[in-house]
C-alpha cells in the first residue's frame, strides 16, 4: 500500500498531467485553425457517424487534401499501467479507424481517415510497444499501417542563456499520410508550437473530453467556477443548485456549444462527483432537504500552499483512513458472561 | 480631530516638562489640525493648505491618497458597517461640506489606544477619491490608509511602478516647467544574475541627484520601487515644489503650491490612474458566437528568469491568492490564481522574461492591477504591455 505521501504526489503528478494535456489539446487546435494549409480544423469533440453506426467523438478532427482525406487526433492524459487496461484501451481507439461520415457539411464523407493517439511522454514507449504487439493481431492491423500515429510531446526547460522553454510534439510511432504534418514532426525537435501556447492559449480551455481526475475538477471548480458566485469580500455560505454551477461551467469544456443531452449528462456528473468529494472532505454541505442543493462556503478554502496540494493531501489521508476501516472491518461479537463464583450453583443441579 | 485627542494634547502642552521647542510645535500642530476640522468648503480647503505649505515650517506633509471606486462617498459609513471586521475597529464618520467635497473623521481602536483623526474627501472626479490629510503619518498610515486597504475591491488602491512613475514625473515636469530631480528613493532589489557580490533586500538612498543611482541599480538588480522624494526647481533653480509619490498612489506635498500641486500631480496622478484602470477593466475570458475570447496582458523585464526567482515566485504568491500551481518554475512557471476578496481568476506564467497574464472568470480592473502589482513586487517592476490574443 501507498503512504500518504505517495498517495499526494501521485495526486498532484495527475492534476499537472491533465492540465498540460489539455494546454495541448489548446496548442493543436490553435496549429490547425490558424495554419489551414497543414489540415483545416472542423471540431473539438466533433460528432462522427460511423460505418458501424455509432457516433464518435474525437478530440480534435480535421481534414486535408481537399477536405478527401480526414485526421482523428485522441488525447490521452494518462494510460493504465496494467497491460490488460491498457490493451482494452488501445483496442477501443478501433472506433476511429472505422470510415466515419459527418465531417463537414460541404464534405460529409472522406476517402481516408488517419488517427493520432497523443499521450504523456511517461505512458509513450509503453503505449508504443503494446502497439507493436497488438498490430500483430489481424483485428487490430490498422494499427501497423499508414494513417496511424502515436504523438507525445514535451515542455522542455531552457539551456543556459540560450533559448526559452518550448512546447514540441513528436511522433512516437507511425506516420500519418499528411505530408506537410509529417515534414513537420519529422524534423529534429518535432512540432514547436508559438510561445503563447504556454502563456495564455492554455487558458482557453479547462477541460478535455476524457474524464479528469477528481482534484482537477475540484480545483477548476474552486478557483474559476464557485468563486464567480462570491458578492461579498468576506467569506459567506451560498446556496447553489448543481445546474447553477455547471451553466458557469459550461464554457470551460471546448465544445460545449455544440453538445447533446448525454454529454450534458455526463459532464454534469462531473461536477456533481467534485461536489460529493468536496463534501466528504468537510469543505462543503449537502442543504438540507433539498436534492442537489449545495451549502458552500466562498471563498471555500484559505490556504497558504497551492490549492492542489492541500487537496490532495485531504485525499490521501481520507483514502488511507477509509482503506484501514475497510481492513479492521466489523469488530468481532464476543459474548461476554460474568466468571463464576463459588456461592453459584452449576447448571446440571438445575437438571436434577 | 476628536475632543477627547484635543484635550489629551492640551494636557501635554500644559505639563512643564517639555523645552519650549516642543510645546511650541505641539501647539502648531495641534494649531493645523484645528484649522483642518474647521474646512467648510473647496475655497477654504484650498486656501488653508495653499497657506501651510507655501511656508517654511516642521510640519507633516499633505497626503493626497487616490482612490479608485465608482461608490458614492454617502456610502462609506455602510461599506465599513458591512464588514464586519472592519466595523469593529473602525468608527467613520463623513459630513458634506459643499457639492462633492467631504469632511472624514476616523478613529481606529488599537488593542487599548485608538489614533483619529480629519481629513478631507474630494469625490469631483468620476470614479475617484482623493483623500486629503495633514495629520501625522502614524494617522495616515495605520488609519486611513489601513481603513481604505480594507474597504477593497469596493475602493481600489492606484498602484503605480517604476516605469509609470518616471512617466508622472516626466508629466509634472514638463507641467511646471522646471527641471525635476530624485533626492530620495526606497526601493526593493533582487540581483539579475547569481553572483554572490549583490545583495538583495531593501535599498534606500539620498542623494541630490538620486536617479542616476536609480538607473544604474536598475543594469545589476531587479528593482520593485517603493517610493520616491522628488523636487521641482524652475530656472533660478528656486524650489517649486517638494514632494513624494508612493507604489501605492500617495502623493506627498511637502513644500509649494497646494494648487499646483492638484493640477500637476494630483490630477496627473489621477489622470494615470484611469488610463491604467481602462486598460485592466474588461479583460475577463469571453465566449462570443461560439470563440473563446481571451484578453492577456504582459509585464516586460529585460533579463530572463532563473529557477531561483520563479521558485520564489511560486512561494510568495501562494501567500496572497488561492493558487494552484501547474509548473513551479521548472521548466516553467505556470498558475491558476484566485483572488480571495474579489473572486477574480487569473492564469498566470513566467516564461523566458516575460510574465503573463490572462484574466479567466470575474476578471475585474481591481483584482487585475492588484495581482500585477503583487508580480512586481516579487518580481520587480517591468513594463506592462497588452497582449493582441
Known sequence: MLSAPDLEQNCVRDYRKYSDTVAVCCAVYNLFSKNADLAKFVGIEHSLQNSDGATVTPDIAATFDNDKKGLVLELKWSLPSDEKLLEK???????YAVPCSHWRKSADKVDSQDLVLVCHIDDAQRVADMIRSLSKDEEQSYLAKEGFAVWSWSITPPKKGERKEELRLFSVYGKTRNQKIEELISQPGGILFPEEVLTFLRFTFTFIKEKPPLQYTMTIMIQNILSTF?????????????DMIYERAKSFFPSWHEYDTTTIQIKRKWIGEALEKLCELGLCDKAPNKDDWWKIPIPILRTRKPIQQVLCKKIAKTYLKQIRTKKKGRPKSSISRPKATKKDKAITDYLS | MTQNLRDQTDEFINRDDHSLIEKQLLFEVRTLQKLTAQIADRLSMNLLFEKMYTTRQKRPPLKALILLTDLDPESLKDLVQRRKKLARIYNVNLTKLEGDLYSLNVKRFLWKDHISGNAILDASFKGVWVVYCNEKSRFARFGLDRLFARLYPDVSRLYINYSQIRTLLDNIKDAYRGQTTLTYF?????PKSADSSYKSGTFQLWEKNAEEELRSQSKNYRLAIHLVNFEVRDENNAILLQGQMSRRGVCKLRFGSFAMFHEN??????????KWKGFYGHRERLVKDGEILLRPFRIGYSSQFDEKQLYRLTEK????????IIHGGNPYFAANVCDYLDGSSFGVTALGNNVTIT???????QAAWKLTNRLQEILGDGEIASIMG
Open chain 1, 89 to 95: 484501451e488501445i483496442k477501443e481507439l478501433g472506433k
Open chain 1, 230 to 242: 462570491q458578492r461579498s469580500s468576506e467569506r459567506e455560505s451560498y446556496d447553489l443548485h448543481v
Open chain 2, 186 to 190: 526606497i526601493l526593493k532589489r533582487e
Open chain 2, 265 to 274: 500631480v494630483v490630477l496627473k496622478a489621477i489622470e494615470l490612474g484611469l
Open chain 2, 317 to 324: 504568491i501562494s501567500k496572497n491568492y488561492l493558487c494552484s
Open chain 2, 359 to 365: 484574466p479567466i472568470t470575474k476578471g475585474s480592473h
